[in-house]
């Protein structure tokens, strides 16, 4: 059973300015979770629980041994596939409920009490379920072949064909029991530590009265004083730095409980698991990474050096990267007027779209508010079908974060889309599952740009965006670079604090160009990036999406015929349909590397049309 923890899409760590006083936004809303349950201690919560474990060892009991023969007639096994994928959603809800109580303070002890032991309830529900996909890889291709041709069981052929894939990986009951319930006190353990680690952790900025948590202060990186940026980089780096054992220890570890799996479950490459839970070749990954890294030059490197002139520099210092243009204009966005634009430019592609999202803001399915001891950064849980999902913001009143929200409300437009496909199939790879947010940001920023006439406006907000995209493709693909150096050396033994410094200052320098001077400290910036700790090789997955959406938008932009309803038949079809069949009715395919670079080459234009305002 495949875990149905909150479905996590976070955003790279935003890299803005302090929170004006909350009064300056609004009113913000924060999350009503009564929809999954009413509280921690809600009978229902233990009802539920009991009811599942109660539905795990009947469904054990009943069809462990049987499915092979069950197979043999397409509607006896249907039956058995729909007890499992009921029982999927209702755990689905616990661990969601458990999850999102969590991240919203998870300094918390009873908080994070009440989402281990939901967590480990769960576990030992996983455990005893095991066997059910298991076995279903195990009848033979004929029999599985001739099942599926039933009208009720072929709807289930694109899962059944995705457990196929996985079928070399798979190791007999006993180890994967035990690879699952070790999961708690290895993967999980470890991870939790991160996360508590760092929602602890208070940076002292000079000026500031207070010590801020991390979110405030990665957001003075692009604050208009440059003495501020400065700053917050140099509190960022003395605390990470004394934090470097720990965060040292927690990547060794991480990375050598994933070397052990890979070993044991056949995977030759670090990053080939990844691949498969994606439902990507390779090849095509391959072609994307060679793709964005040649083009650094003509992205990355051309653009800092622009913005170093335009800042009167020669080079940026590495504080200086996202520092805002001299003539941006810098205003807070209240969030009721977040909101407004968002939802217009949602609705100027697609009035449903904007119906969808409306539902996030009336009913309270977004938490908004920058609060002590939640989790930093974005996301959308998909939660499971029978409910909804749920947006986390930071809300700082920013441009950058209105963009934000159109990304996670178009990660939830596309989860509520995909709802219908039921739990074993509305998940969508993290490749795919990109595309509506990342759509959800060019829809906003081309609608915002529309209206802006001031020739200055326009071309700080070409460089806002190029700045987002650049974050988005090329800096993902560097982590993308070192995850891949780090996991692959320490298949040799640990890395040393100063391995792994250095690895992070060879990458970046790659990536950003001779215009950005690394300063000293920069060295441990590696260690506040949860993807690294969370999903090892997730972050391609944003530049696959940027690059596809730029292709996408280029049709719309050309009146393709049947776009909006082409594109909602995509967001519709979850995990229901390989990236290949839900592109081919745009004429794209992302196995051609020719693919990648029209992605690359919008981009590129627009540092093209930047140069032409200088």
Sequence with gaps: MRRQFPG?????????GQAPKSAAFGSMPEWDLSDLYRAPDAPEVQRDLDAAAKEAARIKSAYQGRLAELAKD???????????????????KLGSYAG????????????????????????????????FELELNQIDDQTIEAAVKQKDLARYKPWLDDLRKEKPHQLDEKLERLFTEKSQTSRGAWNRLFDETMSALKFDVEGEKEPLTLEPTLNFLSDTDEKKRKAASEALSKVFKANLPLFTLITNTLAKDKEISDRW???ADVADSRHLANRVEAPVVDALVSS????????SHRYYAMKAKWLGKTKLASWDRNAPLPDKPERTISWAEAEKIVLDAYSGF????????KQFFDKRWIDAPVKPGKAPGAFSASTVPSVHPYVMMNYLGKPRDVMTLAHELGHG???WLARAQGPLLAPTPLTLAETASVFGEMLTFRAILGETKNKRERKAMIAAKVEDMLNTV??????????????????????????????????????????IDLKPGYEVFWTYIPHFIHSPFYVYAYAFGDCLVNSLYGLYAEAHPGFVAKYFDLLKAGGSKHHSELLAPFGLDARDPEFWKKGLRVIEGMIDELETMT
């Design 413 to 415: 437009v596309h989860q």
């Design 100 to 131: 999102l109580y969590y991240v919203l303070d998870q300094t918390d002890p009873v908080r994070a009490k009440f989402n281990g032991d939901v967590s480990e309830a769960l576990t030992k529900l996983y455990t005893d379920l095991i066997f």
């Design 292 to 299: 964005v890294r040649a083009s650094y030059p003509q992205l």
């Design 474 to 515: 090329v800096r993902q693909i560097a982590f993308y670079t070192f995850e891949r150096k780090v996991h692959e050396e320490r298949r040799k033994g640990e890395l040393t604090s100063d391995r792994l410094n250095a690895i992070w200052l060879e990458v970046q320098a790659e990536s950003l160009g001779p215009a």
């Design 8 to 16: 996590r899409s976070h955003v790279a760590q935003t890299d803005a």
């Design 350 to 357: 697609a009035p449903e779209m904007a119906t969808i999202a």
């Design 265 to 267: 479950r056949n995977f």
């Design 74 to 92: 397409g509607g006896k096994l249907v039956e058995a596939i729909k007890d499992y994928e009921k029982l999927a959603d209702l755990a689905g």
